[in-house]
């Protein structure tokens, strides 16, 4: 057994016996009240759900295991997936064996390579991302054990390895999206002497003559990798793993929603924004320019992307890591210092505008000038990205929730006329 595997049996079992003491004894507690407007509004703010990988306070952003995000940004993914799963950092040689067990597993199987080519040319990358996971089902050690009758307490154990074997193949497959999607020539085979990140930078075949590239992307697939557990895709992951629907489906089923305009594809549609100002005024806007275009987009019904949040009310970490990578690397690129002025302005234009909670930028905010410098242009794949790196922390709230024995999803709903009712209307 990996020295991961048995530190998570052993710390598993001491948290389920917690987890059941704690809500022996408080079990009858009341931890929140829900209004009819937040019923209505999409549950916001309102506490019902577990998630011990990470939390986002609004006034901090990302914790990850009681970590904030800003003593994380020098750590590479695996890192960081250790320490979704465990609470700790590993030491060298813990790395070192958790980087050999996701080389041992990153073959990917030849018929997700001639699914991905059975696609329309003109596929969304997401989709192409997600079906691919999908169509990987097929391999879950979970669907497998269940079929022969696994008893309850080993479930986590096959979804460890479906985490795994999974995330061991993700930069592999969106490599390939890539290349394929955009006509960037053959596929490229996985160099076995690189990191997880680095590695996936060599199978995009992008030039990264000095690494700052590769770099980026360690940045990238770290700060994407979790934010709780009541964003659109953790969620509806969790949902579909409770009804113990093995993880290929899970996480498949939760990048749908993070393929949404509202969540993930922000990310795609803020560099859009970006580049559509610089078209319009021939170059990097001034901030008066910015302040009159961000005007004509909130006039024009539709949001400004990589601004807002629903949980977050300052300016998102992330955001930070991004801004401060850019300042280091690439201070020059009139495409970044667009994105500067952009959040010298936008808040002060969304401020504005009361029904607005969040004015600040958060994550997608900033990663798209960086990654478009070195030559990552195809906005429409920065969603594959953003999946990848989410994948490590919905697959590892997936273990946790399998680990704890966590019951199948079911919150109640009532129609409009129930609510009038209970309400007295
Ligand atoms: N531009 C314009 N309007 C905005 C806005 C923005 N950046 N942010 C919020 N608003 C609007 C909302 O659309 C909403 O309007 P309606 O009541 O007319 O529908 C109103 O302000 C209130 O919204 P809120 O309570 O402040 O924010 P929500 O929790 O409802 O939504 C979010 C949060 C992220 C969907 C929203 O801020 C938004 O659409 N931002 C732009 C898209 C974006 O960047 N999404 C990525 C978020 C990060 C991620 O999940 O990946």
């Known amino acids: 057994m990996s020295i991961l595997k048995e530190k998570l049996a052993k710390k598993f079992a ?48 990302l914790i990850i295991r009681g970590i904030e995000l800003k003593y994380l940004t020098e750590k590479i993914p695996e890192e ?34 001639a699914v991905l080519d059975a696609m329309p040319a003109d596929s969304h990358p997401m989709a192409m991302f997600n079906t691919a996971v999908l169509v990987m089902q097929k391999e879950s050690k979970f669907a497998k054990r269940y079929a022969e009758g696994m008893p309850k307490p080993e479930y986590w154990d096959p979804t460890y390895e479906d985490m795994m074997d999974i995330i061991a193949k993700l930069p592999a497959i969106g490599a390939y999206v890539y290349r394929k999607r955009f006509g960037k020539g053959p596929r490229i085979e996985s160099d076995k002497s690189m990191d997880w990140a680095g590695n996936y930078v060599h199978m995009l075949g992008l030039p990264d003559p000095n690494g700052e590239f590769s770099k980026l992307m360690r940045l990238y697939l770290t700060l994407h990798c979790d934010h709780e557990g009541g964003n659109v895709s953790a969620y509806t992951a969790s949902t579909v793993s ?14 749908n929603g993070l393929a949404g305009p509202l969540h993930g594809l922000a990310n795609q549609e803020c560099l859009g924004w970006i580049l559509e100002t610089m078209k319009k005024f021939n ?16 006039a024009s019904g539709k949001v400004v992307p990589g601004y807002g949040h629903a949980v977050l009310r300052i300016t998102d970490p992330r955001f930070d890591a991004f801004l401060a990578f850019g300042k280091k690397y ?14 010298n302005v936008v808040p002060k234009v969304l401020s504005q505008v009361q029904k607005i909670k969040d004015p600040w930028p958060n994550v997608d905010a900033g990663s798209g000038g960086l990654l ?40 109640k709903s009532l129609p409009t006329a129930a609510y009038k009712k209970l309400v007295g209307a």
């Open 14 to 61: 001491e948290e389920k016996a917690d987890i059941a003491a704690f809500l022996k004894a408080h079990g009858d507690k009341e931890v929140s009240k829900v209004t009819l407007a937040q019923a209505y509004g999409g549950l916001r703010g309102v506490k019902g759900l577990v998630c011990d990988t990470s939390e986002v306070p609004p006034d901090k952003g």
């Open 80 to 113: 960081i997936l250790w320490l979704l799963l465990t609470g700790e950092l590993p030491n060298e040689a813990e790395l070192e064996e958790l980087q050999a067990d996701l080389k041992a597993r990153e073959n990917v199987p030849a018929y997700v390579w």
């Open 242 to 255: 409770s009804a113990l629907s093995d993880l290929y489906y899970a996480l498949s089923a939760g990048l």
């Open 283 to 298: 170059g990097a806007p001034t901030e008066e320019e910015l302040y009159k275009f961000a005007e004509e987009t909130l």
């Open 330 to 343: 690439c201070s020059a690129d009139p495409v970044f210092q667009t994105v500067e002025r952009v959040f």
């Open 372 to 411: 478009y410098h070195y030559g990552l242009t195809e906005f429409s794949y920065y969603t594959v990205l953003f999946s990848i790196s989410r994948a490590l922390g919905i697959c590892a709230q997936g273990v946790v929730a399998r680990a704890m024995g966590y019951p199948i999803t079911r919150p």
